[in-house]
């Protein structure tokens, strides 16, 4: 792994060299009301590294909340489908170890079994560029599953705040085919320049609350499905708004509709879905095997750290905090996770 020193002064050429590539490059900006949020970024001004993490993730730009499949077309006896263009390359810049573990998570998920050609297209056309996280909110939890704030893993291009410059790793084959073009702006780094991340590491994990122990939460998960009384007092507070999922770096659940413009023309769409709502799971017999909420509450955190880490041997939670940050009702998934493992200690 090759890495080089990128002046911080060298920032907007660095985007501008990026661009005669990809047509979109989105990072971390700000809205009109000052939240941090992802955005395309058109100038350097819109750029904004030094906030907590956004709001809402970046899985939108390879996953999008609607997505427009293709139009179709009834003519006489045959169906005629037009599938959209998704070439269109872009830059997602300056995403966190936990955003790039939850695009880890996505590709595995969208890939395994049957393969989505509409995310897998974006993601083809899709350079990522990770940076060292320094500014967690008081709801990230990374460290707890496992993910350093200083993890390059996932990032095609990663980059360390080195004060006047940013530490520039080149990882995947796709970062390195842009390496060449961008050269003009790089310096070699220097040996005190290895000691960065670990630094970053460790300054960013004395800012997080809490920790909880997963390995413990995952041998011990199950043996707390059926403690019902815990569950409820968490989902007895719960008004089914589905913030939790539809800001979830990670969640993937669809719906898919046919739009109709005509008699015989229209457009297949499909929406994020909830397994927070009552019909996510209701059949079409009218019978739902999980008609309450307190079923809801615990498929979502099973979900989360027992059945994916069974069916993919990944976490499907990054410790991103978000779920946290948007509930309206203040459950809290940390909370939720250390009162089976304190329980479960107990029981020992």
């Avoid at 390195?176 to 961008?182: A, G, Q, R, S, T």
């Amino acid at each position: 792994m090759e890495q080089y020193r990128l002046a911080k002064s060298e920032l907007k050429s660095f985007l501008e060299l990026l661009k005669e590539d990809y047509q979109k490059i989105i990072g971390p900006g700000v809205d009109e009301e000052d939240r941090s949020i992802f955005k395309e970024i058109t100038n350097i001004n819109d750029l904004k590294l030094e906030k907590t993490l956004p709001l809402k993730p970046p899985k939108e730009f390879l996953f999008p909340q609607k997505d427009n499949l293709f139009n179709f077309s009834c003519k006489e006896n045959t169906i005629e489908i037009n599938v959209k263009d998704t070439t269109e390359k872009q830059v997602l810049f300056a995403l966190r170890p936990c955003d790039l573990a939850a695009i880890n998570y996505s590709d595995t998920f969208f890939k395994n079994n049957l393969l989505d050609n509409y995310y897998s297209q974006k993601r083809e056309n899709t350079l990522i560029i990770g940076i060292a996280c320094e500014y967690p909110s008081n709801k990230c939890f990374c460290t707890s599953m496992d993910i350093s704030p200083a993890s390059s893993n996932g990032a095609d291009i990663f980059l360390t705040n080195g004060g006047s410059f940013f530490l520039t790793e080149f990882i995947s084959e796709k970062g390195n085919l842009i390496k060449e073009k961008l050269k003009s702006i790089l310096t070699e780094s220097v040996q005190e320049d290895n000691s960065l991340k670990e630094k970053i590491d460790k300054n960013t994990r004395s800012l997080l609350l809490e920790e909880f122990n997963l390995k413990k939460v995952r041998e011990n998960l199950e043996k707390a499905y059926t403690s019902e009384d815990t569950w409820k007092k968490y989902s007895d507070a719960c008004i089914v708004c589905g913030a939790c999922t539809f800001d979830c770096p990670t969640c993937t659940c669809f719906d898919v509709n046919d739009s109709f413009i005509e008699k015989d023309t229209g457009t297949r769409y499909r929406t994020w879905d909830s397994c927070s709502f009552y019909n996510f799971s209701l059949h079409a017999s009218g019978h739902n095997p999980r008609g309450r909420k307190v079923d809801r509450l615990r498929q979502r955190i099973m979900h989360k750290f027992n059945y994916t880490v069974k069916q993919f041997n990944l976490w499907s939670c990054v410790g991103c905090g978000r779920c946290i940050a948007v509930c309206p009702v203040g459950i809290n998934t940390r909370s939720i996770v250390k009162d089976f493992e304190e329980a479960l200690n107990e029981d020992k």
